[in-house]
């Protein structure tokens, strides 16, 4: 590694096994000293152990982004440990993986794989008022309330580097199946490219990562279960024919939090899906 984040205090959240954890793992391996945070206790032990085994110093906090008391917290204990924060990476998300939604994800790629009648596929009429609302808390008011942390900081020492997760979800129907998750991915860029504007004259660079398909072990349940036919189906819609893995994306999240020249960027890694 070229150790190019040699002792920048990075704060990544949501670390649990996945995008998150790899972030943090990337990031400590460049030489950041890494905060993580995450609802999930095991969580964050886990994440704790990896960025340690990296030589970083890491700092583990238990935080629910979606309270703004909770994440006020949370950069308070980062002053108290590291003096400040010069690079923080908006990762924690909802993300639709419950039992509907693998039924309202398999009657969508149906839709699109097989001919059919067209119709109204049903999903916005079925969300609750919980539902969207747990979204939007977690996805965009976490985003919002951890941004403003960090430029209370970042601000007055001129300097910083915000990554904001996004999602094809966000840019495409390719996540028709999840309106109330589009809608929350599609407000984290559209504030993403407002504070961009905003901040890059204090020389703090804001930009997002929109990934597409995560081949995350849960998913490569999901594609043994569907069969080869299945499969085939799957990748007519991506052209490279998989799903990128979480090293990939976190390499992805190390370059924006590095030097480069992007202001306001959406950089979306996702195998042709969305071209």
Known sequence: MSMKLRNKVALVTGVGPGLGLACAVALAAEGAHVVVCDIDEHALDAARAAVTARGAQCLAVRCDVSSSEEVTKLFAQIVARFGTLNILVNNAALTPNRPIDTERRNKLYAYMQTPMPRQSLGFTSEISDEEWHRYWGVNVHGVFY??????????????????????????????????????????????????????????????????????????????????????????????????????????????????????????????????
């Open 146 to 275: 951890c941004t403003r942390e960090a430029l209370k900081l970042m601000e007055p020492q001129r300097e910083g580097k915000i990554v904001n997760i996004a999602s094809i979800a966000g840019l495409s129907t390719r996540s028709a199946h999840s309106p109330h998750y589009c809608a929350t991915k599609g407000a984290v860029i559209a504030f993403t490219r407002s504070v961009a504007f905003e901040v890059a004259g204090a020389n703090i660079f804001v930009n997002a990562m929109a990934p597409g398909g995560v081949a995350t072990p849960a998913f490569n349940e999901y594609l043994d279960r569907i069969g080869e036919d299945g499969r085939n189906r799957l990748w007519q819609n991506c052209p490279l024919g998989r799903f990128g893995t979480v090293e990939e994306y976190a390499s992805t999240v190390v370059y924006l939090a590095g030097e480069h020249y992007l202001v306001g960027q959406v950089i979306s890694p996702n195998g042709g899906s969305v071209i």
